[in-house]
């Protein structure tokens, strides 16, 4: 079992910065990937950026350039840095680690998301 505990949501104008950082504990030496998810209200959970435990990287195209993800010091914290906020950004952001196992398959736990939203 993976627990995952995000912070750093809030408000803030168009053209600013926010950093989010997401906390796992719990079976940490089984996360193979982490990721971070948005949902805006009305639309499907959306994935914005990934890291593997490899330390390679994917990002949406609408935040490519703008949102950073990364690894914290300790290694079960995962950040996302967003600059260039946009009000079509504004969203729950939910953190998401998956682990993959050769019995149990594919499994994914998600936090319990943050707020971000970004006014013009």
């Known amino acids: 079992q993976v627990q995952l505990v995000e912070s750093g949501g809030g408000l803030v104008q168009a053209g600013g910065s926010l950093r989010l950082s997401c906390a796992a504990s719990?079976?940490?030496?089984?996360?193979?990937?982490m990721a971070w998810y948005r949902q805006a209200p009305t639309k499907q959970r959306e994935l914005v950026a990934v890291?593997?435990?490899?330390?390679?990287?994917n990002y949406a195209d609408s935040v490519k350039g703008r949102f950073t993800i990364s690894r914290g010091n300790a290694k079960n914290t995962v950040h996302l840095q967003m600059n260039s906020l946009k009000p079509e950004d504004t969203a729950v952001y939910y953190c998401?680690?998956?682990?993959?196992?050769?019995?149990?398959?594919?499994?994914?736990?998600w936090g319990q998301g943050t707020q971000v939203t970004v006014s013009s």
């Open positions: 719990g079976s940490i030496f089984s996360i193979n990937v």
């Open positions: 890291i593997t435990s490899g330390g390679g990287t």
């Open positions: 998401n680690a998956v682990t993959i196992r050769a019995i149990t398959g594919r499994n994914d736990y």
